[in-house]
């Protein structure tokens, strides 16, 4: 989470790939509950200069907010990134939160207008990488587009979807390139036995939907973003090596977790040193 300024900010990203990992993601938030009354920087932007401290992993916001952004606006977002970044780009997006639609608009949104505008989103941005200049969604629309929705010899970017319901979890198979999900809503306060029975419910849910839309699940990415709730995997090396396998059981091929950067005391605090030790043992 970018709650640091860029000096500080551009050596934890340094460190995550030294460590190992094959991604670092940001939050698309303009406000939140784990930043209150601290800065929150701006998460393409910051993906755009971590791009700059970086040379092999993935970056990507996790995830971009639906409620945020339109169709031409993120994909030149997007665009921008995987441009600066060398097709590194991993493009999470998600209904977003209602908290941030008050912030940027004072509106109140329901988790049935959250829903709907992400479907018209994922859709517009298809549009807009198929190089429309106009299109009609049911609640977004674009026209007049004269640009390239892509600089010349890019790819478009790798689209992650995270979705948690029925209709998202279909969204997601007909769009997607990957699957992310923390549990859903709810899955925070389980204990941690009932949470990978959901998972595992959930991921079959997801494989349905995949077989609905006529796509092979195996041949979809699988995220799984952890340390919400009950499971802490960065507590220890033991529970680490215990979340991957459980996650891998359930056919995630991405275990995401927070970096070693919060104080002590806190929810998402770490040591480097647990960090390093399985992710030396999964190189090795």
Request: negative net charge.
């Amino acid at each position: 989470m970018q709650t640091k300024p860029w000096r500080e900010l551009a050596e934890s990203f340094r460190l995550v790939e030294e460590l190992g990992y094959d991604a670092a993601y940001v939050y698309d938030h303009l406000t939140h509950p784990s930043a209150a009354g601290g800065w929150l920087a701006d998460g393409f932007t910051t993906l755009a200069a971590a791009a700059g401290v970086t040379d092999r992993i993935d970056l990507g916001p996790l995830v971009a907010s639906g409620t945020l952004h339109s169709p031409v606006a993120l994909a030149r977002l997007a665009a921008t990134v995987q441009d600066v970044s060398g097709g590194r780009l991993v493009l999470g997006l998600g209904a977003g939160a209602p908290g941030c639609a008050l912030a940027d608009r004072d509106e109140t949104v329901t988790g049935g207008q959250l829903s709907a505008r992400l479907a018209d989103l994922v859709e517009g941005l298809e549009a807009v990488w198929d190089g429309a200049s106009q299109w009609q969604g049911r609640a977004i629309a674009f026209s007049g587009v004269e640009t390239t929705p892509l600089p010349p010899g890019a790819d478009r970017p790798f689209l992650l979807l995270a979705a948690h319901g029925p209709r998202a979890l279909a969204l997601a198979a007909r769009h997607a390139d990957g699957w992310n999900t923390y549990g859903g809503p709810g899955s925070t306060v389980l204990d941690p036995e009932q949470f990978w029975v959901a998972v595992r419910d959930q991921a079959g849910r997801f494989e349905d939907a995949c077989e609905a839309e006529g796509r092979d699940p195996a041949a979809m990415s699988r995220s799984l973003l952890l340390g919400f709730g009950s499971i802490r995997p960065t507590t220890s090396a033991e529970a680490y090596r215990d979340a991957i396998g459980r996650a891998a059981e359930r056919g995630f091929d991405e275990v995401v977790v927070y970096g070693p950067f919060a104080e002590p005391g806190d929810h998402f605090y770490s040591t480097v040193d647990v960090h390093a030790e399985v992710l030396a043992e999964r190189r090795g």
